[in-house]
């Protein structure tokens, strides 16, 4: 388990809304490492400069030369495609993998509207930059796919921890979920995947995950001892009675009343109606089968000052040159303002 549960947040922010294309709200973090040195950090926003009125969100990019100070890269990484059903509203929650002779390919969360599921798409580019949507759907099932976290396995096929939801009587469309839980999938080409059989984790264990999970970052024993290490974001629900505004995502009439042209105000509103959410980690001996340990980052609840108050979840995480580990993480306070945070794993554990 090592020094992976002892972590020590970093004053300041990585990156805030400050232009038009993010101004409203930024979220879901994927760090790049590059091949010549520095990182690029890729998240998801939405802001006023949005390339259509009713776009709920896509994937822009900033650069670094030493993984703290980010500036913002010009232009759009991935947009939604508004003809394509799949992928009209919304494309989030990136993740990286590097191909042959220096390409690169993307894979994300990508939304229509609420009555549909929400499945994995794939994007390749060779300047990482510009972006070309591949054909097809890599990932989809009926309740709904999000939140992609890919790593490279060593028999040389790739895996794609996600999660899953289920909707009650009435599925999709009710908007009634009951459960979103992590599974994973396999792949040789990485493009055509096998779900592999049961859940990484459950959710509704604990009262720290009573609204569902909702990320799954895993570290494989090379990096990190002789184990797997896995982090991931829990959200527990609101209080009994409370009523919660229907999120813009999970609206299917959002974009015929025009909700979804406001979208980040009406999430941030369903954000704030009293969940909490954290970033815990688990353990396991194969990457299949896994032990919940303890809460990692936490903030200290509504109407406490912090970049994290309120919410910690997204997270993504790189090694360090000297063995320990950045987390970049989207962080809420008591305002209702997303940014993307970082801490780094506690030497003096």
Request: charged share 20%; hydrophobic share 35%.
């Amino acid at each position: 388990m090592g020094m992976t549960n002892q972590w020590r947040k970093e004053s300041g922010t990585r990156l805030e809304g400050t232009r038009d294309l993010d101004r409203s709200k930024v979220q879901a973090p994927c760090i790049v490492k590059l091949p010549n040195g520095g990182f690029r950090l890729y998240y998801t926003a939405v802001g006023p400069a949005k390339p259509f009125p009713a776009c709920q969100g896509y994937i822009l990019s900033a650069i670094s030369e030493d993984g703290l100070v980010f500036i913002p890269e010009p232009g759009i990484r991935l947009s939604p495609q508004p003809r394509i059903p799949h992928l009209s509203l919304r494309v989030i929650a990136p993740t990286l993998t590097q191909l042959k002779y220096g390409h690169w390919r993307m894979y994300f969360e990508s939304r229509g509207p609420a009555n549909q599921p929400t499945v994995i798409c794939s994007a390749v580019s060779s300047d990482m930059l510009n972006w070309e949507l591949e054909e097809g759907i890599r990932l989809q099932n009926p309740g709904g796919i999000g939140g992609p976290r890919y790593l490279s396995l060593p028999d040389g096929r790739g895996r794609l921890y996600c999660f899953a939801s289920e909707f009650g009587p009435g599925g999709v469309e009710s908007g009634q979920r009951i459960s979103t839980s992590v599974i994973s999938a396999v792949t040789s080409d990485g493009l055509n995947f096998d779900f592999e059989p049961g859940f990484r984790l459950r959710d509704r264990q604990t009262e720290f995950d009573s609204a569902g999970i909702t990320a799954a970052e895993v570290i494989p024993p090379s990096d990190c001892g002789d184990g797997w290490t896995m982090f991931y974001s829990a959200w527990q629900d609101v209080p009994p009675g409370t009523k919660v505004p229907l999120h813009p995502s999970q609206d299917a009439h959002a974009v015929a009343t025009g909700k979804s042209d406001n979208f980040a105000a009406a999430s941030i509103a369903s954000d704030m109606s009293g969940y909490r959410s954290r970033i815990f980690v688990a353990y396991s001996k194969d990457g299949l089968m896994w032990q919940r340990d303890c809460c990692v980052i936490e903030g200290l609840g509504y109407g406490v000052d912090g970049l994290d108050a309120v919410h910690a979840e997204d997270m993504c995480l790189i090694k360090l040159a000297n063995g320990t580990f950045r987390m970049y993480y989207a962080a809420c306070d008591k305002d209702g303002i997303w940014r993307i945070a970082s801490a780094v794993t506690n030497m003096e554990e």
